[in-house]
C-alpha cells in the first residue's frame, strides 16, 4: 500500500522548505542545492546539500542549523556524523540536510545519484544570488 500526500500537506512542505535553506546559507554553506524527491524516494521529500570548506565549518553549520530549526519547533529525528564533520546528516523526516565538507561531497555525488530529482529554488537562495551579484540562477 502506497500513501499519497494532499496537495495541501505538500504545498506546506514547499513553504517550510526555505526556512531549511535559509538556516544553511546563515553559516555561509556554499553550492547549496535543493532536490525534490517526492515520487522517487521513500526516504525523504527533499534532500537539501550544501558543501563547507572545511570539517569545522561543517560541524559548524549543523550545530547552527539544529539550534536555528529548535527555536522555530523544529527538532531533528537523527544527526549523524557531525563529530567527524566530513559528511553531516541532519534527518528532519520530510527534509534532510546533508552537508558535506566539499571534497567528501564530490566522491559520494548525491546530486548524480539523484540525478532525475528536480532541482528546487527558494526565496533564500534567490536573494543570496542576487547580494552575490549572480546574473542568474539555475531553476529546473
Known amino acids: 500500500m502506497t500513501l499519497k500526500k494532499s496537495n495541501q500537506a505538500m504545498q506546506a512542505l514547499d513553504q517550510r522548505i526555505d526556512l531549511y535553506v535559509k538556516a544553511v546559507l546563515e553559516k555561509k554553506a556554499a553550492d547549496v542545492l535543493v532536490l525534490d524527491l517526492r515520487g522517487l524516494s521513500s526516504v525523504a521529500d527533499i534532500f537539501i546539500i550544501c558543501s563547507a570548506l572545511s570539517n569545522r565549518q561543517a560541524t559548524a553549520i549543523s550545530d547552527f542549523v539544529e539550534r536555528y530549526l529548535k527555536n522555530l519547533g523544529i527538532k531533528p529525528l537523527s544527526i549523524e556524523g557531525k563529530n567527524e564533520g566530513l559528511w553531516v546528516l541532519l534527518d528532519y523526516g520530510e527534509v534532510v540536510i546533508h ?41 529546473e
Open 99 to 139: 552537508v558535506f565538507y566539499e571534497t567528501i561531497r564530490k566522491f559520494y555525488d548525491l546530486e548524480g545519484l539523484w540525478s532525475d530529482a528536480k532541482r528546487m529554488t527558494t526565496e533564500s537562495m534567490k536573494e543570496k544570488a542576487k547580494k552575490d551579484g549572480a546574473l542568474e540562477i539555475y531553476v
